[in-house]
């Protein structure tokens, strides 16, 4: 088969490789008929990819093949077309999940979002939010979180009018895209109040014409996701409640375990437990610790003592009424 029509090596080199991931065993005449090369080809392009440290076993059988298997090392890996967004649409959902392969997502998809052209990274913005965003969640434009990334991949000012507020054109310095409780939220710098700001993407209008490029900046505590659930419980950058004491609760651990979701238990002995609860008020961390309907004792520190004297004194003037 004449080969003067055929593509450049390199580029030949990622095909083969593309289609040698999509199945275990390829016979050389196929891969030579997919290509549209020689097999006298393949054989050179299997050999120039095993320099390249890619581990491709020659398969017996009547016409003989290849199979590419997993080596000690990973090596560069291709993509189509489709398996490129589907990349894309799940990094962006572990990206923004806050678990703990969130931040190396994040930096995967910045590497990913860089090099998809424009129709396949809106692709993927677009089956991003159908495949996240659950019955009843606010829905937001994906040509705005499209917007939004670029600006953050290139590290570019964002500009845009805030719904429900007055005043001049929001500048910010975008950093973290991130999804909490059927919303999309735009974590950034504002230098003119020189803080870090929380914006709902849904509220957000944007400017066509975005501002100056600005040094990439770590978010306080270096978790972008801890970070915003540390602000929606009224807390600081460690995710954690303002408020936090702890109780000896007269049940065995076994028994409270259930119904403690987002706290700790320790065994106290004696048939007991304590519990550790955090809360974004005094008032509202006493209510939590009386709810386990058994004697409780031992509370800490004082001032979730002084809480639970002022829920008594109000349950008290309440049942009277």
């Keep these: 088969m004449p080969e003067s029509s055929s593509p450049s090596t390199s580029r030949r080199l990622l095909s083969l490789l593309t289609v040698l991931q999509s199945r275990r065993d390829w016979p050389a005449p196929v891969l030579a008929g997919r290509l549209d090369v020689s097999e006298?080809?393949?054989?050179?392009?299997?050999?120039?990819?095993?320099?390249?440290?890619y581990e491709i076993d020659a398969t017996r059988g009547p016409a003989g093949g290849y199979r590419l298997r997993a080596g000690a090392l990973l090596p560069p890996v291709a993509f189509g077309d489709e398996q490129a967004v589907a990349v894309a649409v799940a990094l962006?959902?572990?990206?923004?999940?806050?678990?703990?392969?969130?931040?190396?997502?994040?930096?995967?998809?910045?590497?990913?979002?860089?090099?998809?052209?424009?129709?396949?990274?809106?692709?993927?913005?677009?089956?991003?939010?159908?495949?996240?965003?659950?019955?009843?969640?606010?829905?937001v434009d994906?040509?705005?979180?499209?917007?939004?990334?670029a600006a953050i991949n290139a590290c570019e000012e964002l500009r845009f009018d805030y719904a429900g507020s007055e005043g001049p054109v929001r500048v910010t310095e975008p950093h973290h895209l991130l999804w909490h409780s059927g919303r999309w939220y735009l974590l950034a710098f504002t230098p003119e109040r020189d803080a870090?700001?929380?914006?709902?993407?849904?509220?957000?209008?944007?400017?066509?014409?975005?501002?100056?490029?600005?040094?990439?900046?770590?978010?306080?505590?270096?978790d972008p996701a801890r970070?915003?659930?540390?602000?929606?419980?009224?807390?600081?950058?460690?995710?954690?409640?303002?408020?936090?004491?702890?109780?000896?609760?007269?049940?065995?651990?076994?028994?409270?375990?259930?119904?403690?979701?987002?706290?700790?238990?320790?065994?106290?002995g004696e048939g007991r437990a304590r519990v550790s609860l955090g809360s974004w008020s005094w008032g509202a961390l006493a209510a939590e610790c009386l709810r386990f309907d058994r004697p409780i004792?031992?509370?800490?520190?004082?001032?979730?003592?002084?809480?639970?004297?002022?829920?008594?004194?109000?349950?008290?003037?309440a049942a009277r009424d």
């Excluded at 028994?255 to 320790?266: K, N, Q």
């Design 196 to 222: 870090w700001r929380v914006y709902r993407v849904d509220r957000m209008r944007l400017k066509t014409h975005r501002g100056r490029s600005f040094p990439r900046r770590d978010v306080p505590g270096g």
């Design 40 to 53: 006298r080809t393949i054989r050179r392009d299997v050999d120039r990819l095993r320099e390249l440290g």
């Design 92 to 139: 962006r959902l572990a990206a923004s999940s806050g678990g703990p392969l969130a931040d190396a997502a994040e930096e995967a998809l910045s590497v990913i979002s860089r090099l998809l052209p424009a129709p396949l990274g809106r692709r993927a913005q677009r089956f991003a939010v159908e495949a996240v965003a659950p019955v009843g969640a606010v829905g």
């Design 297 to 317: 004792a031992d509370a800490r520190p004082a001032a979730l003592r002084d809480a639970l004297v002022e829920v008594a004194r109000r349950a008290v003037a």
């Design 142 to 149: 994906p040509g705005s979180l499209g917007a939004i990334e």
């Design 227 to 268: 970070y915003l659930e540390g602000r929606f419980r009224g807390g600081d950058e460690s995710g954690g409640w303002p408020c936090q004491g702890e109780i000896v609760v007269e049940a065995s651990r076994e028994e409270l375990e259930p119904y403690v979701v987002d706290g700790t238990l320790l065994d106290a």
